[in-house]
């Protein structure tokens, strides 16, 4: 009896502290997505509309080839990614360039390529990013069938 009285407690902190650490990780990433809401609202202010529409054309193969691409010369986390993905489906955009975008933004660097291979080796960081673009464009392909 005293015993459960005890693992009461115990998990009514555990849950605390546990809010307590999310909460503490929502203040702490709040300026980024905030930067980033920002940052997007005025590239969509200041990149009109018909550029996107010319630059994804709607065409199932090639769209989601275009926002691999895109993701992979885009650095950034999964996070701030949903929030242009959103911007994106409101522009017209397809899931499936969204979706290639979103993958290889987040699993593609070829901006931290020159790190990567330092670290890592050459061969193994150039191997990676590709099978990682491929996998964004087989995913991308994957959900939207699967969703749709």
Same mark, same amino acid.
């Given at each position: 009896? +005293?015993?459960?009285? &005890?693992?009461?407690? $115990?998990?009514?902190?555990?849950? !605390?502290?546990?809010? @307590? $650490?999310?909460?503490?990780?929502?203040?702490?990433? &709040?300026?980024?997505?905030?930067?980033?809401?920002?940052?997007?609202?005025?590239?969509?202010?200041?990149?009109? =509309?018909?550029?996107?529409?010319?630059?994804?054309? =709607?065409?199932?193969?090639?769209?989601?080839? *275009?926002?691999?691409?895109?993701?992979? &010369?885009?650095?950034?986390?999964?996070?701030?990614?949903?929030? %242009? =993905? =959103? /911007?994106?489906? @409101?522009?017209?955009?397809?899931?499936?360039?969204?979706?290639? &975008? %979103?993958?290889?933004?987040?699993?593609?660097? *070829?901006? @931290?390529?020159?790190? /990567?291979?330092?670290?890592?080796?050459? !061969?193994?960081? +150039?191997?990676?990013?590709?099978?990682?673009? +491929?996998?964004?464009?087989?995913?991308? %392909?994957?959900?939207?069938?699967?969703?749709?």
């Amino acid at each position: 009896m +005293v015993n459960e009285y &005890f693992k009461g407690k $115990k998990e009514k902190s555990t849950v !605390k502290n546990a809010f @307590q $650490k999310t909460w503490k990780n929502f203040i702490n990433s &709040f300026p980024i997505i905030l930067g980033i809401l920002l940052l997007v609202s005025l590239i969509f202010t200041l990149i009109p =509309g018909t550029i996107l529409s010319n630059i994804f054309t =709607g065409n199932r193969l090639l769209d989601p080839l *275009i926002g691999a691409t895109i993701g992979s &010369f885009s650095a950034g986390n999964a996070s701030t990614s949903y929030i %242009i =993905g =959103g /911007e994106l489906q @409101q522009e017209g955009v397809s899931l499936l360039a969204i979706t290639a &975008f %979103i993958v290889s933004w987040v699993t593609v660097g *070829i901006v @931290q390529l020159p790190a /990567e291979a330092l670290i890592l080796n050459k !061969k193994f960081a +150039v191997i990676r990013n590709l099978i990682a673009f +491929v996998s964004s464009i087989i995913v991308a %392909i994957l959900t939207v069938v699967l969703v749709y």
